[in-house]
């Protein structure tokens, strides 16, 4: 209690010594230094597991080995989610964006951690998977809980969530604009311009960190050996192509597979072991789909490809350039097989990393094919980067964030033009045939999406659960008209729901539609419930979604619909009920924008 009180004294002497503006701006300074930090530790931490088991001295990371690391990392992960965290784990991006949806931007104060640890088992022993997805939910949750601990409004805490992954991205590639660019593209859209400040604060932050603490060699960094040359536009148009149609591919075989493993959802360990020894199986015939993959991104753009299958049984081939060509093409389509072994099998990463691997294979792979078959010399290194750039963009449906990204850690902006090409190509492409993003298209088909539209995102936030209304007394469909009266009596409502034995909602008895019959007094014992009720316009399911209970009541007239759970009956919701919920989260939420 005297903690409470402390709290409470401290934050009423924040508010009343700062103005709102200054509170904003030195939390978006704090949470860019936790969340940076966190990254930061989670990058260098699994990047030191990586080097113990593959490369510090006496390390026997050879052969058959590669079937038991990633297979161990998967399972410690399972059971740590299961033990520690009772199962009740969000995975990445999609978790956010729901809890910003559908949970007033309030994350768990576990999820601070947790995903530290669960994606440095998984990604530390091999898993296929990036860093980038569990860096973003940590970087949110801290800037969630930071914004609660304040007592922020749900506008400046999800801002402040926000500003936490911003910070986390700009961290571990030291990208700071693609830190904001992402948080705009990914997480959030319905923000003012007075919102680009405190994002560009945390993202700087975080990235000061990195340039202070993170070594080069845990870094994504490349300089580039050969400047933009305009002759190559009509390539870069045909690379743009390849990555929309690669992105497609990406999208819809994790799919998938993650569907092929939601049977043994309540078989978890025998789900770990089948993905993780399919995924071992990958990573002894292909090291390069070993952890996240930065390395072997590193050995292409450094133009030495046969080093890719140096622990392969296929290291001989490297000779013949059109097999090593196939083989860094084949390379790029498995790592997202590998990455949907490694994520739907129980193990925690994201795809932010393998995007950016498979971009770099098929680029290169494609500037190759170009050179072998025309005889030129198109700059592979340059293809292969920007290809990160295109399949970046067709997976995470951002463009702005591909571009950003690669002209930073290229170190400038020689290669705007050629990533500008192949981000839009892509990014048309991929609109057509997947019109939600990877991380977003299961939550779009449960309306769990924020738009531009405010007036749809406060309905977003709304819980059926809380309006519904379940003072409407129910009518035996096989009552008299004389029962009926009785309840009528006992009512303060003018619609009585009618069901059967089962409780099963059968049709409505609105009182105005009765009203001269009550009058007939010699029929009050022949005239049935069943004889008399209509049936409802219009069905609300228990789980609907706010902005499809208000179609129905724009298309029905009605302002009140009965609400039902598998047919039963369960109570009403009212058009203006919701109303009322939607003002109120406007004038608590949006008041002092």
């Not at 965290?85 to 910003?100: D, E, P, Q, R, V």
């Not at 870069?236 to 497609?248: D, H, K, P, Q, R």
Request: neutral net charge; contains cysteine.
């Amino acid at each position: 209690m005297r903690y409470l009180l402390d709290k409470n004294w401290i934050l009423s002497k924040l508010h009343s010594h700062l103005s709102k503006t200054q509170l904003i701006f030195a939390l978006s300074i704090i949470v860019g230094l936790v969340s940076g930090f966190a990254a930061i530790s989670l990058k260098t931490i699994v990047y030191y597991i990586h080097r113990l088991l593959t490369i510090a001295p006496g390390s026997y990371f050879q052969g058959y080995i590669y079937l038991i690391f990633p297979l161990a990392g998967i399972l410690l992960t399972v059971t740590f989610i299961k033990v520690f965290m009772k199962n009740k784990f969000g995975k990445g991006s999609a978790h956010i964006i729901y809890t910003i949806a559908r949970k007033s931007s309030n994350v768990e104060k576990q999820t601070m951690y947790s995903h530290m640890i669960s994606s440095a088992l998984t990604v530390g022993f091999g898993g296929s998977a990036g860093l980038e997805a569990p860096i973003v939910v940590t970087g949110s949750a801290i800037g969630s809980n930071f914004g609660q601990v304040f007592q922020l409004t749900y506008r400046d805490r999800t801002l402040m969530l926000a500003c936490g992954a911003a910070a986390g991205i700009a961290a571990v590639f030291d990208a700071p604009i693609a830190g904001v660019m992402f948080a705009l593209e990914v997480l959030i859209v319905d923000m003012s311009l007075s919102s680009f400040i405190p994002l560009i604060v945390s993202a700087a932050t975080g990235a000061l960190l990195s340039k202070i603490i993170l070594r080069e060699s845990i870094l994504l960094y490349f300089t580039l050996k050969q400047p933009f040359n305009y002759e190559n536009v009509p390539f870069y148009i045909g690379l743009g192509i390849l990555t929309g149609f690669v992105s497609i591919y990406y999208i819809r075989t994790y799919l998938k597979i993650e569907k092929l493993f939601r049977p043994l959802d309540n078989h978890k360990y025998a789900r770990a072991w089948i993905g993780g020894l399919l995924l071992g199986i990958m990573i002894l015939l292909f090291p390069p789909l070993f952890g996240e993959g930065y390395q072997s991104i590193k050995i292409l753009a450094s133009l030495h490809p046969e080093e890719l299958l140096q622990n392969s049984i296929f290291s001989r081939l490297t000779s013949n350039e059109w097999i090593l060509l196939l083989v860094v093409f084949g390379i790029g389509l498995l790592k997202v097989v590998a990455a949907s072994l490694t994520i739907g099998s129980g193990g925690n990463g994201g795809n932010f990393a393998p995007s950016l691997f498979v971009g770099a294979f098929v680029g290169f792979a494609y500037a190759k094919l170009i050179n072998n078959l025309i005889g030129i010399s198109i700059p592979l290194s340059n293809f292969a980067i920007v290809g990160m750039a295109g399949i970046l963009c067709g997976v995470m449906h951002a463009p702005l964030t591909g571009i950003f990204l690669i002209a930073e850690i290229t170190g400038g902006y020689e290669l705007m033009i050629p990533l500008m090409i192949v981000a839009a190509i892509t990014f048309v492409i991929v609109k057509r045939f997947e019109p939600y993003s990877l991380d977003k298209k299961e939550l779009a088909g449960k309306g769990y999406l924020m738009t531009q539209n405010r007036d749809k995102n406060i309905l977003s936030l709304l819980d059926i659960s809380e309006l519904i209304e379940k003072d409407y007394i129910s009518v035996d469909s096989h009552a008299s008209l004389i029962d009926l009266t009785t309840i009528i009596a006992h009512s303060k409502r003018n619609i009585f729901p009618v069901v059967d034995t089962d409780n099963r909602l059968i049709g409505l008895i609105a009182l105005d539609q009765i009203r001269e019959i009550l009058f007939e007094l010699d029929s009050y014992n022949d005239i049935l419930a069943l004889e008399v009720m209509e049936a409802p316009a219009a069905l609300v399911q228990e789980n609907e979604s706010i902005e499809s209970i208000m179609q129905k009541f724009e298309s029905t007239s009605c302002w009140n619909l009965p609400v039902v759970k598998d047919g039963k009956y369960v109570g009403f919701v009212s058009k203006s009920g919701i109303l009322a919920k939607y003002r109120e989260h406007l004038r608590q939420n949006f008041s002092e924008e």
